[in-house]
């Protein structure tokens, strides 16, 4: 009895459709990783009184994507969004050609002016944001959805 509940559970684990899916379905050895399901976002930028981006962030649970996280060094401003943050899996963070394979991360802090490349598989459905800490403005923060 058991081994028959274990193989139905199998047959309707293949038969019912997927909520959602990465951006190709031909991985290959990258698997995730792989080109095919990899999307660059625009970029977020950091100025003093200038929004954090133009429009909300959509993304897809199991897709791969590049972001730069930019500071045009008009102010120290820092961007933070713990909850988004673990809802990825970031594969690098890169900072002036470092490149960091984080455990986790909470947020970034910017001095002066530069630039952060961040790679990541988004994971976790659900509605984050980044913000800059301390604003109120709707502008000084995106609204990130993973679907």
């Not at 293949?14 to 698997?31: E, I, R, V």
């Not at 890169?94 to 530069?114: A, K």
Request: net charge negative; glycine share 8%.
């Amino acid at each position: 009895m058991r081994i028959l509940f274990m193989i139905g559970l199998l047959v309707l684990s293949f038969a019912m459709p997927a909520q959602s899916a990465p951006l190709c379905d031909k991985f290959g050895f990258a698997g995730l990783l792989a080109k095919c399901n990899r999307e660059t976002l625009p970029p977020i930028t950091l100025a003093s009184g200038k929004p954090l981006a133009e429009k909300p962030l959509h993304l897809q649970s199991g897709a791969y994507y590049k972001i730069d996280i930019v500071s045009d060094g008009s102010a120290e401003l820092a961007i933070a969004g713990p909850e988004f943050f673990r809802a990825v899996w970031v594969n690098e963070v890169v900072i002036n050609d470092l490149e960091i394979r984080p455990l986790g991360l909470d947020s970034f802090e910017f001095d002066d002016e530069g630039v952060i490349h961040m790679s990541f598989i988004a994971i976790k459905p659900g509605r984050y944001e980044l913000k800059i800490p301390g604003s109120t403005g709707e502008s000084q923060r995106v609204e990130i959805s993973i679907q």
